[in-house]
């Protein structure tokens, strides 16, 4: 029924319902019109010239158009160039200590960063660029899709899909919340077989952003990419586009067919690949060997031991027990107590509770208690903490144990 | 002992809302002029359906409810059908199970998932609340989340993927979900219901964007292959059928007749007692109300006071905390509630009052809606609230559960009170309002072009609204919104459009109000875009729970007004020039000597200063410039104007015609409100010259002033051109649709105007006709009522020809 009055009102368009010279363009000016006295006056719309051209935009980039209008960049980071104070290879190096990624050489591992049209968000965002980078025997490769034209977004993720899904995992800067969320809208949005789609959702994800954050989010102003590569690669880029200006760039080349500034945006782009490629086994070494990269110890230690590597949490811990401040060495006192090293665990909370920690206190009453057996030195602690059930039940069983009711007031 | 008492008491203990009623017409028989009773209805019910879920079934029984409403029974017919369906039945007649059945019928069936969306915040909450008993007694199992912008971050995702049933509202669908809806796809993949309640607060310009946010969703839902059915409820109006349809944009079943059983229900007309019978001069509603309100509070009875304005919010719970919260150190029995509280004050607010700690609320038009207060006593209206249905929306806040109410009607001094409280029958009789809206908007629907294209790119052939959508994605192309590429149109701005686009407004930016005292920077209130320049200028008194505070500063471009805590004994009220240009004629229609016509007009309006009017004594006691900037406004318009020949004839001078003129249009902007249903803030009035070369005002002096655009004062005598018109404006940028249907009405204003001034007992002039009017008047011998009367007579000669 619908479908039947939609060609109705198709064919009456095309049979001159316009019959008194009112063409598109005479709609557009009554409109025009009628909008600008509404907003009286202000507002006036920009003018628009020239057209966007994928095949200008190709030559501009040196890539390769494909016949669905998107254009592939390939570009080679020789083995053995200098980044930095950092060279490229080590492809088949291990990464050794960065939690959600040992075991595997860097190069099962897919690089991923992508330009947008906008950093709000929601469905109106488009990934025009996406970047991906490996670790192959000859270098670095870097393989950039770039839309010529809107129609070719789909094509273009259908490309890049089983490139992402190919390796190990994917390794992304602040991927988590903004690159891959987007990446599976836009799959949404196109309409990308699903399969791939859930593949995607599959695959492992290491982002690198929470790494570096961890180590160093104390110790740095920012952890962004650009403080990264200063401060741990010894890389400082020169005239590299800002990040805010990139989605100009796509829309000038929309709006007006310009593609001056767009080589620009695969540098920068090109750039945050390469920065990611060197971070990973950069920041494996800062996990490796905090201290030595300046790093926060006693994050790098907790993350160890989340991933199930306490005894690397330790040796970190011990290591650089003499600059570790109170909150690390209570960490180092929790790790030597899961191995049994009580002693060294108990000269650290004793140290602690002579000045009134609370933790070691109750660490120390639960020790003598239930590895000691010394009813009366767990007392001495127990009747210490802070009024509460639980230490009123321990202080009664103490008492119990003990064969005396009444409260002891013992003096430490 | 026990025994006799308690048999003796029983036939004395009347019942205290009669009691207070019966005491009201002994004492003030007088100034009673209409009564209504509406006697306790019977229910009328039917079985559940065979194949209500057993579980739901279950919970209904749990619950006490073995059996439905007839209406809740035709709801459920309609909606199983997949029809779409809108009840339209009185409050506290079980609305929501309309919607509630079904949707967690098909919830349990098959995974079926349902959208509510509530115009307010605290209306949701209501409802998931209602959702979860029901869900509990019954073990249905059925998750019901709330999506606002006060969902935490980290719950949002399980919303989205996990709830059944979401519950939100306009904005946040508007700029939290649609926008993001490839984040929703698996909800909209399985979305089948739609449910909008509380429909009529959709009308207007707030209707129109709501109207074009449904068109958003719908196109969403097609992308996931989605064509959800709506379910919709509205209080009383005229058209819920056609508004349904407009909102949703196909046709709708309706369902009126409801099955709910009701209380008994008293309503009294009040009209203030004559006070100075030369100028028709009443005692203020204000002075009635308070009266009432005391008289019921003392005889313990939960009593509501609507006004309609948020400083009359203010003065009048001020006088009743001045009565009942004397002492600090005690619980406060009065409170006031509005809107630009906070909303943390304004639950704090329900609360107490379902738990009765508060004894009596003074409310704007905020509690209308159906947030839930608990059962009340007595409502008192200060003031006719604009509409039919509005009236009776109010009214209905007392007597929620089934026992007597009493609503009293207490008129003030406005022509249209005075219509109705003198004309009981009218309004006794009268039915209820079209709720009007306008989704094609031309600014409106361009705003929500852009938001779906943001969220879709637009294809060739797609319809959205009803304007040419081609030539409306060219514009935007144009202006590099978009950019076309084959056959579609896309996104090409680094912007989150919706969060530019205000459901509540044509225009942007609330205001903040930001308190300095003590040097802090707390923000106590918001006040929308269209009223802050008449509420927030430099020197103004700006009330919070009626205590005063200072306008000290006004950002405008910042949007913020700071203010500081004040101790004065007067409140402030802001003075407005309007002027008008006419830009287009539409239509007209002319007779000998008047003509009407209805086009578009452009229109400046500055607020000038304002006046300091004492408590109590209501003296004006100073004055205050303003410099604002001047609001300009193009809108649809009609006017009317009087041949010059025949002015001159009527009138022995020019100054005496604009009086008449003034007086013309006082009363007929009442009329005209009336007429076209609409509430009269929605229209505007202006006197003036048609090329914008003078306006008209009713000066300090208390006649008409003939002024230029700069404000300076003319002589008629000297003008060269004197044809002075009448314009009554649709009062949004861009009109809302009210110009059309004010024209068709023309003769209805202008004789309705007439008969209403003629019909007023006053001699010369009052409020209640043609405006306030000087004590001078009689000595000057000069009638400015006759005045106005000459003008409606000539103006009421074009209605016998035809338009042209």
Known sequence: MSQLKARIEALKRQSGQDAGGEGPQAALDELNRRLERLRCGMEAPAAVAGRPDPEALAARVGGELHPEGYITVETLWPAGMPYGNWRMGGWQDTVRYLPGATGRPVSEWVFVDTETSGLAGGAGTVPFLIGMARHEPEGLRVRQYLLGRFGAERAMLSACLPRLEQGAGLVSYNGKTFDLPLLRDRLRLQGVARGLERGLERSCHLDLLHAARRAFGGIWA??????????????????????????????????????????????????????????????????????????????????????????QALTLLETAEAGLNDAGRLDLAEHLRRVGRWEKACAIWEEQAGRGCMYSMER??????????????????????????????????????????????LSC | MVEPAAIQSKPAQEDPVRSLSRRLKGKYGGRITGELRVSAREGCYAPFPDDLDARLRRGLEARGISRMYSHQRQAWDAVRAGRHTVVVTPTASGKTLCYNLPVLQDALEDGAKALYFFPTKALSQDQVAELMELNEAGGLGVRAYTFDGDTPGDARKAVRTRGDIVVTNPDMLHQGVLPHHTKWAQFFESLRYVVIDEMHTYRGVFGSHVANVVRRLRRVCRFYGADPVFILCSATIANPDELAAELIGEEVTTITDSGAPAGEKHLLLWNPPVVNADLGIRASARSQTTRIARLAVRSRLKTIIFARSRLMVEVLTKYLKDVFDGDPRKQPRVAAYRGGYLPTERRRTERSLRSGNLDCVISTSALELGVDIGSLDVCVLNGYPGTIAATWQRLGRAGRRERAALGVLVATSQPLDQYIVRNPDFFLGASPE????????????????????????????????????????????????????????????????????????????????????DGGRRIIAEVDYSSAAETLYEGAIYMVQSSPYQVESLDWEGRK??????????????????????????????????????GEVHLVRRIAGYKKIRYYTHENIGFGNIHLPDQEMHTTAVWWQIQPSSLKQAFASRQQALDGFLGAGYAMHHVAALRTMAEPHDLGRAVGDGDARWFATVGASGRGQMRSLDGGELDPEQEARFRPAVFLYDNYPGGVGLSAPLFEQRRAVTAGAREMIRACECEYGCPACVGPILASEEVRGFSPKMAAVSVLELLDDESAQGTH
Request: aromatic letters at 8%.
């Open chain 2, 561 to 598: 007004a700071y203010v500081r805590q004040t101790r004065v004994d007067y409140y402030t009220d802001a003075i407005d020039y309007t002027r008008l240009k006419i830009l287009e004629r539409f239509e007209g229609a002319a007779g000998r000597r008047a003509e009407a016509t209805c």
């Open chain 1, 364 to 409: 120390l009453a639960k020790y003598h208690e239930h590895v000691r057996r010394d009813w009366l030195r767990a007392l001495a602690f127990a009747v210490r903490l802070p009024p509460g059930g639980e230490r009123n039940r321990r202080v009664e069983r103490l008492q119990a144990r003990l064969g005396t009711q009444e409260p002891l007031s």
């Open chain 1, 222 to 311: 920012d952890c962004r990419l650009g403080t990264l590569e200063q401060r741990l690669l010894g890389f400082r880029r020169h005239d590299d586009l800002p990040g805010a200006e990139v989605p100009a760039v796509w829309f000038e080349y929309l709006h007006r067919g310009r593609t001056e500034r767009m080589a620009a945006v695969l540098a920068h782009n090109r750039d945050d690949l390469v920065s990611l490629a060197l971070a990973l086994p950069a920041l494996d070494a800062v996990y490796g060997d905090p201290l030595a990269a300046g790093a926060d110890v006693r994050q790098v230690a907790a993350c160890h031991r989340r991933s199930g590597r306490g005894d």
């Open chain 2, 434 to 517: 079209h709720a009007r809206i306008a989704p094609d908007q031309l600014l409106i629907l361009l705003d929500h072009v852009r938001c779906a294209a943001f969220e879709l790119p637009f294809r060739q052939g797609e319809r959205f609204g009803g304007e040419d959508l081609e030539a409306l994605l060219g514009y935007l192309e144009e202006q590099g919104v978009l950019h076309r590429e084959s056959d579609q149109w896309h996104w090409t701005e680094d912007s989150y459009p919706a969060n530019s686009v205000s459901l509540r407004s044509v225009a942007e930016g609330n205001f903040v109000v930001v308190d300095a005292t």
